[in-house]
């Protein structure tokens, strides 16, 4: 393989495997000897780069010796029905530990969902409902598989299930999501290759006006859009050594797993000559997209796209139109397929800069003087292409301390179909007999900050008003309140704008100059409430949608919100599993973790393509800087001075 090389002497310590590493690993399982006890329809779900710990990664940083580089590899024996987690040490290459398990399900394979679809199509229960329907050609069928999710229904535990529902797709490169089959749900035991039933709950007229969505369907295209290029004659403002980046203040490590996706690292800022920690660790957690349609063919669907599907392994190129504009550097991304070959993603992350309008301004009104200056930031982002949808997951950096986060969401609605004249219930006809169920999407933030070190306290802030009385003869009076979080259970909150509550990170051991401790505050962007029941499937199995803002004292095993393996379970784990302990929280390494929502009720104007959404959140410097960072940035000049 040409050009692959293992990391180089000196490279960080959190950069992902590269596709040497990755090779080597699949060739030092290959083996060992449990390996060959394997059947020959063993297949890799992972295989990414086993983290070292803080405490090594941090005494490297301080000048110590690079830790060995190790790799967690994830095997699923379809024969055995059983899975293998194992670790393997580069140079000397070992394996290091091989553990069977059989209580698990690992997040699903891309070849093993196709392989469902094409067997789908095969089987004489589906055709005979097909053919009830009128369908005779069964190659304009688009078999989607979902992972089953877990409901309890009888002789689904233990199996590794797949629900397959199917649309029309008249000619190769429509959008299938036009013309849904509604009412069959095919079952497909993904270990054993088998259809155990297909479901037919009725007979629905299929919806027929095309959905496409490409240069034909949208003509005639408009003709009165300008030019508009984004030039940086001196290049880009920002540097990269191997995947550390460098940018004004700012510096960070990009990373990148092939179920989290993009990963920041030890993100820093340069203050007064020193370089200051703020985050250690941030990333997807985990997200779920809950539908809230309870009929037969749709009460299932409950996506788990990290945890069942992968965000990084879903990962999209970015080289085909126009991701990012302006001077870009990109970043490859490396996985593994299901026999363990390297796969590379081109240009899977994007860095560029942005202008964002005006940073701070005053003018004297008096006599027209004053200062402005215009306000930059540095975009890390990177997009994922899941089934239907479509998510970019951007990291904004800001001239005056502020770190941002936002998901981009749009791709195509899930749908399905309605008789003539029905008006859903639980979703919008956007298209002739064609319904887009209401949904939501869940996500969850790891945000691992350490805010001038690691021993940090978590304080809740909001606003009450001040009774009328001699406080507050005029009634105008409000004041902010403040507490600190003592314990894990204390700090299960959620959002509040009738109080403007938001939550701030603090380092109680070191004061600004004014007396109070340096900190960050995590400001809620647009959210929503979890709507499914406390005990339906959906909220036991994502527990971390109940609550938006959760704290735990820092763990290297409590990566995941809803657990190591949300696929098929029936739930329970991760956050709420973990912060039911109580640990104390105050003056610790601390972990927040952060869920935000998106309530998607659909529009006609959300077909046949959805243009973009957003939601996120944003982390505010309070009281990290002694005064405003960004009165160094220079006033901008005219184009004619250049």
């Known amino acids: 393989m040409e050009g692959l090389q293992r990391a180089a002497p000196g490279a960080h310590p959190l950069d992902p495997l590269s596709a040497s590493e990755l090779a080597a690993v699949t060739s030092i399982l290959r083996a060992h000897d449990?390996?060959?006890?394997?059947?020959?329809?063993?297949?890799?779900?992972?295989?990414?780069?086993?983290?070292?710990?803080?405490?090594?990664?941090?005494?490297?940083?301080g000048g110590g010796a690079p830790p060995r580089r190790e790799a967690e590899a994830l095997i699923l024996d379809r024969d055995a029905e059983c899975s293998i987690e194992a670790l393997v040490a580069l140079a000397p290459d070992e394996v290091v530990s091989w553990t069977r398990r059989t209580d698990i399900q690992p997040m699903a394979v891309v070849a093993e969902l196709m392989e469902a679809e094409a067997l789908v199509l095969l089987d004489p229960g589906f055709q005979a409902a097909m053919t009830r329907r009128g369908i005779s050609d069964f190659d304009a069928l688009q078999v989607d598989a979902w992972p089953a999710g877990h409901?309890?229904?009888?002789g689904d535990d233990g199996r590794r299930l797949s629900r397959c529902v199917v649309f029309v797709k008249p000619h190769p490169g429509d959008n299938e999501w036009a013309h849904p089959i509604d009412g069959v749900i095919a079952f497909v035991d993904l270990n054993r290759l088998e259809v155990v039933r297909v479901d037919d709950h009725g007979s629905v007229p299929i919806p027929a006006e095309s959905g496409n969505f490409d240069v034909a369907a949208g003509a005639p295209l408009?003709?009165?859009?300008?030019?508009?290029?984004?030039?940086?004659?001196?290049?880009p403002g920002f540097a990269l050594a191997g995947r550390v980046l460098s940018w004004q203040r700012w510096r960070v490590h990009v990373g990148f797993t092939p179920r989290e996706g993009l990963v920041l690292n030890q993100l820093s800022y340069e203050d007064g000559g020193r370089r200051r920690s703020i985050m250690y660790r941030a990333s997807l957690s985990e997200m779920v997209v809950p539908y809230g349609d309870p009929s037969p063919t749709h009460y299932w669907k409950n996506a788990f796209d990290a945890g069942e599907n992968g965000v990084g392994v879903a990962a999209s190129p970015l080289t085909r139109g126009c991701d990012c504009l302006g001077e870009i550097a990109y970043l490859?991304?490396?996985?593994?397929?299901?026999?363990?070959?390297?796969?590379?993603?081109?240009?899977?992350?994007?860095i560029h800069e942005e202008d964002v309008g005006v940073l701070w301004r005053h003018i004297e009104w008096r006599d027209g003087s004053g200062e402005v200056r215009r306000s930059r930031r540095l975009v890390i982002s990177s997009f994922s292409a899941i089934g239907n949808y479509d998510y970019g997951f951007f990291w904004y950096l800001y001239q005056d301390g502020t770190i941002e986060f936002q998901v981009k969401l749009t791709g195509v609605l899930s749908t399905g179909a309605v008789a003539p004249g029905v008006r859903p219930a639980h979703g919008t006809l956007v298209a002739p007999g064609?319904?887009?169920?209401?949904?939501?999407?869940?996500?969850?933030?790891?945000?691992?900050?350490?805010?001038?070190?690691?021993?940090?306290?978590?304080?809740?802030?909001?606003?009450?008003?001040?009774?009328?009385?001699?406080?507050?003869?005029?009634?105008?009076?409000?004041?902010?309140?403040?507490?600190?979080?003592?314990t894990e259970l204390e700090?299960?909150?959620?959002?509040?704008?009738?109080?403007?509550?938001?939550?701030?990170?603090?380092?109680?051991e070191v004061l600004h100059r004014l007396g109070e401790p340096v900190g960050y505050r995590l400001l809620p962007g647009e959210t929503t409430f979890a709507f499914a029941q406390p005990d339906a499937p959906v909220s036991k199995r994502a527990g971390f949608i109940r609550e938006h803002f959760w704290v735990t004292p820092y763990r290297p095993e409590e990566r995941y919100a809803a657990g190591d393996y949300p696929?098929?379970?029936?739930?329970?784990?991760?956050?709420?599993?973990?912060?039911?302990?109580?640990r104390p929280i105050d003056g610790e390494d601390v972990v927040v973790w952060y869920?935000?929502?998106?309530?998607?009720?659909?529009?006609?104007?959300?077909?046949?393509?959805?243009?973009?959404t957003t939601a996120g959140f944003s982390l505010k410097p309070v009281g990290f800087f002694e005064r405003n960072p960004s009165l160094d940035v220079p006033p901008s000049k005219p184009h004619s001075e250049r």
Do not use: Y
Request: net charge negative.
């Open 34 to 61: 449990g390996f060959a006890a394997l059947s020959r329809r063993t297949r890799f779900v992972t295989i990414s780069l086993r983290e070292p710990s803080k405490d090594a990664i941090l005494a490297w940083d």
């Open 151 to 154: 409901f309890g229904e009888p």
């Open 222 to 235: 408009r003709d009165d859009i300008a030019a508009l290029e984004i030039t940086q004659p001196d290049g």
């Open 332 to 350: 490859d991304a490396v996985v593994s397929d299901a026999a363990g070959e390297v796969v590379r993603i081109p240009n899977a992350i994007c």
């Open 434 to 486: 064609l319904n887009a169920m209401v949904h939501q999407h869940f996500f969850n933030m790891r945000l691992d900050l350490d805010i001038d070190g690691r021993a940090n306290g978590v304080d809740e802030v909001w606003t009450e008003s001040l009774p009328p009385g001699p406080e507050n003869p005029h009634g105008n009076a409000f004041s902010p309140r403040r507490r600190r979080f003592a």
């Open 491 to 508: 700090a299960r909150r959620t959002v509040d704008a009738a109080s403007a509550r938001w939550w701030e990170i603090v380092n109680p």
């Open 567 to 582: 696929n098929l379970h029936p739930g329970g784990e991760g956050l709420p599993a973990w912060t039911s302990a109580d």
């Open 595 to 612: 869920t935000f929502g998106h309530h998607h009720v659909p529009r006609p104007e959300d077909w046949p393509i959805m243009p973009v």
